[in-house]
C-alpha cells in the first residue's frame, strides 16, 4: 500500500453536501426546539393570565 488513496474517488462534493446536510438538520432542530420552548412559556403563561 502506497500513502492513502482518496476514496471513494470524487468525494469532496458529496462530503460537503453530507456535512451541509448534517448541519441544515441540526439548525432545524434547534429552531424546533426554541419554537417548542416559547410555545410552552405562551402556553404557561397564559394559563396563568386565563387562571385570574
Do not use: T
Not at 7 to 21: M, V
Amino acid at each position: 500500500m502506497v500513502g492513502n488513496p482518496k476514496w471513494p474517488p470524487g468525494d469532496g462534493e458529496n462530503e460537503r453536501r453530507i456535512r451541509l446536510g448534517l448541519l441544515l438538520c441540526s439548525f432545524a432542530l434547534f429552531v424546533l426546539s426554541v419554537i417548542q420552548f416559547a410555545l410552552g412559556l405562551f402556553v404557561s403563561l397564559g394559563y396563568r393570565i386565563l387562571s385570574h
